[in-house]
């Protein structure tokens, strides 16, 4: 395989693997707001809030069931979330990023 083929075919692989994501890059999203009875991965700061899909991380079975020593933990893409920092704490000028699973996200609603 030439050079400019594997390139090809890696861009294609590339792509296609993030064109089932369910969120974009920059697409704007709400964190769920919920307090479940076990360890979650979705700080309490976090939860509730708006940010931005910074880009896809990779697909990991989910922390939350994990922690519980079962074996059953649906395997779900994670996000980078970017985040202003006012819109977290009441301050700052800043923006934090957070690895959240798909299952804490959901469209932001206007």
């Known amino acids: 395989m030439t050079e400019a083929a594997h390139e090809s075919a890696h861009e294609s692989a590339h792509e296609s693997a993030h ?4 969120f974009a890059p920059g697409a704007r999203v709400r964190t769920v707001h919920h307090d479940p009875p ?4 979705l700080p309490r700061y976090a939860r509730g809030k708006h940010g931005t899909v910074v880009e896809p991380e990779g697909r990991s079975p989910l922390a939350d069931v994990r922690s519980q020593g079962r074996e ?3 395997v779900e893409q994670v996000y980078a979330v970017r ?11 800043h923006h934090v990023v957070l690895d959240l699973f798909e299952s804490y996200l959901e469209d932001e609603q206007p």
């Open 83 to 93: 985040f202003e920092a006012r819109d977290l704490w009441g301050d700052g000028d």
């Open 38 to 41: 076990h360890h979650t991965r």
């Open 72 to 74: 059953d933990a649906p």
């Open 19 to 22: 064109a089932t994501d369910r």
